[in-house]
């Protein structure tokens, strides 16, 4: 079972035989034995007495030829897994010579993960608890702290903040970055291990410190952990006739809430005529399955590609269209994003400008555009695995580049340069973009919860870029409205 992340193959792996033979020696005595025996001697003769827990590599090395080029001279060019000998090597004197105990599930995990780590930002190896972490975010109901980091620069930076949640309620804003988790610092900290350390028991209680701006001192604060059960849309009818809708992550049930907001949105504006337009909130989403940003996408357009994936080589793997069943009325639309709208939600922005189906506003984003495929391990580890890069109806990468908004409307200041300060492009080891800005591709315009309400008031005046975005969408009503007989 695999699931694509805009975030399971099975695997299947056997030897009982061969490790019930292996009790006690190690790896390094067997290869020293192994380049005295003749060809004839046999498999089975070689590995008696090395540790079971290293037999399957043993088993791997033989298989793949490695284990011939080691023991018999075999020219080391022979197999391009020829550096397993050196792995299994380095393994071998860990288990023979470090001073303490070694946990070979700790040794394995990590050399996986350091072994991912070296293609890109977005490959990662989890571990069976970051795995079920992973599972119970896309499912939207899990025991945390209330707020979604990543690692930006080196900092473990809040990229989401869930609303009525406990750092909600502590005042952690987008942007913040933690100094420190439960006394340890959090600078260079590995994301998996912060979310293990926020990750707990309802009720029980993390000390975090937070900086929001360097000149300032950090904010201190002790968050009680609880059931964090996210809703992916917040939606609220306005008076005027219009529908704002914020999506905060494209978790398993955003398309369905989304549809049920507009659903009874429409219910409640009928009489008048249904919505007037729609205000889509993308900012600080940080993204999530891609088969929701298709269905999401899906829902405003009639026909035309959503979004393409290749591979390696530039390999067309998948081409997702719309579907003129169930698509909503033709109403005006205005999407809103920021520095922090990545991945899935860049995916739906990209999808309906081209489209020119809405109108993008806001501040450039992110500009993650690749494709990662979770594949469960049979030990239910999972290597997260960047397969391919994804590209807008119009044929164009994001990847490292982001979406130029056609209306640009900045927030405060210090919010605008610290969103802009961290991009896919500012990652160690991002992908580039296989077409550079000045070589083609399309440029812009050239080529309150679920059970909305009508009786919310739509100034927005506590945010600005919102503000601006809604009378970006009045004006373009009104427009149309004129220009109707």
């Known amino acids: 079972m695999s699931a694509q992340h805009g975030c399971r193959s099975k695997v299947c792996c056997t030897g009982s035989r061969v ?67 050196t792995f299994a090597r380095a393994l071998a004197h860990i288990e023979l010579s470090y001073v303490a105990p070694v946990d070979q599930d700790k040794l394995m995990y990590g050399a996986i993960r350091g072994m991912v780590r070296t293609l890109d930002p977005h490959s990662d190896y989890l571990d069976p608890h970051e795995f079920r972490v992973l599972a119970s975010d896309t499912r939207g109901r899990f025991g945390g702290v209330g707020v ?4 930006r620069d080196g900092w473990l930076t809040v990229t989401a903040v869930f609303p009525n949640g406990p750092a909600q309620r502590a005042g952690v804003k987008v942007g913040d970055r933690f100094v420190s988790i439960d006394g340890m610092r959090a600078r260079d900290m590995p994301i998996e291990e912060a979310v293990r350390r926020m990750r707990g028991e309802p009720g029980t209680e993390v000390r975090v410190s937070l900086r929001r701006e360097e000149d300032r001192p950090a904010l201190e604060t002790v968050l009680k952990r609880e059931i964090i059960s996210v809703d992916a849309i917040e939606g609220r009818v306005l008076d ?57 996408a899906d829902q405003f357009l009639e026909e035309g590609v959503i979004v393409s994936t290749r591979g390696r080589d530039g390999r067309e793997l998948s081409v997702a269209g719309a579907r003129r069943s169930g698509t909503r009325p033709n109403f005006p639309i205005v999407v809103l994003v920021n520095g922090y709208t990545a991945s899935a939600a860049e995916i739906v922005a990209g999808a309906l400008r081209d489209h020119k189906r809405a109108l993008i506003v806001g501040t450039r984003t992110f500009g993650k555009g690749s494709v990662q495929n979770v594949i469960e391990l049979p030990d239910q580890s999972a290597l997260k695995l960047t397969v391919a890069r994804y590209y807008t109806p119009s044929g164009r990468s994001i990847q490292a580049e982001g979406i130029e908004p056609d209306v ?42 679920r059970g909305a309400s009508g009786k919310n008031a739509a100034p927005f005046s506590d945010d600005f870029q919102l503000r601006l975005a809604y009378q970006t969408l009045r004006a373009i009503t009104m427009d149309r409205e004129r220009r109707t007989p």
């Open 240 to 296: 005027d006739g219009h529908v704002y809708v914020r999506l905060r992550v494209f978790q398993e049930t955003t398309t369905s809430e989304l549809a049920d907001v507009l659903d009874q949105a429409t219910e409640t504006l009928r009489a008048r005529g249904g919505i007037r337009g729609l205000l889509i909130d993308l900012r600080d989403n940080p993204g999530g399955l891609l088969d929701q940003a298709i269905s999401v």
């Open 408 to 449: 640009a409307i900045e927030q405060a200041p210090s919010r605008a340069e610290e969103a802009r300060s961290y991009s896919e492009a500012s990652l160690e080891g991002h992908l580039e973009n296989e077409v550079r800005r000045d070589e083609g591709g399309a440029t812009p315009r050239e080529t309150q919860r």
């Open 148 to 151: 979604e980091i990543d690692v």
């Open 19 to 85: 490790q019930e033979e292996g009790e006690r020696g190690g790896l390094g005595d067997t290869l020293e034995a192994a380049r005295t025996q003749p060809p004839n001697r046999g498999f089975r003769g070689v590995i008696r007495g090395m540790p079971g827990r290293l037999l399957g590599l043993a088993v791997a090395l033989v298989a793949s030829g490695s284990w011939a080029a080691v023991a018999y001279g075999t020219p080391a060019s022979a197999s391009p897994y020829k550096n397993l000998s």
